[in-house]
Nanobody, 128 residues
Framework: QVQLVESGGGLVQPGGSLRLSCAAS????????IGWFRQVPGKEREGVSV????????YYTDSVKGRFTISRDNQKNTVYLQMNALKPEDTAVYYCATSTTRGIALSRYLSSTMYHYWGQGTQVTVSS
């Protein structure tokens, strides 16, 4: 069985940093593409960042470029999202997900329709 568990969320002031973790079980990360998504009330789930199986390629939505960094440790079966210079607009529930779909452009993995397995989410609140 596939399981994804997010952790690391919390309350932080604007300009602060958080590192989110996504621990995977039931599969090995070297087989899967992992994406980070976020969702706020009244809005659809938004793709934040994706990383390939090898970790050699990443993609970010425009609003987080230069501030967020995605990485993975395949030996630990864990994906990370380092979030710096946080803004109130980053407040959301953050989810990680995995996709086994292959042969498509990396940018398309920012679409939630590409994923079948999701974690339960971790709350990130950026407020003074």
């Amino acid at each position: 069985q596939v399981q994804l568990v997010e952790s690391g969320g919390g309350l932080v002031q604007p300009g602060g940093s958080l590192r989110l973790s996504c621990a995977a079980s039931g599969f090995t990360l070297d087989y899967a593409v992992i994406g980070w998504f976020r969702q706020v009330p009244g809005k659809e789930r938004e793709g934040v960042s994706v990383i390939t199986r090898s970790g050699g390629s990443t993609y970010y939505t425009d609003s987080v470029k230069g501030r967020f960094t995605i990485s993975r440790d395949n030996q630990k079966n864990t994906v990370y999202l380092q979030m710096n210079a946080l803004k109130p607009e980053d407040t959301a529930v953050y989810y990680c997900a995995t996709s086994t779909t292959r042969g498509i452009a990396l940018s398309r993995y920012l679409s939630s329709t590409m994923y079948h397995y999701w974690g339960q989410g971790t709350q990130v609140t950026v407020s003074s």
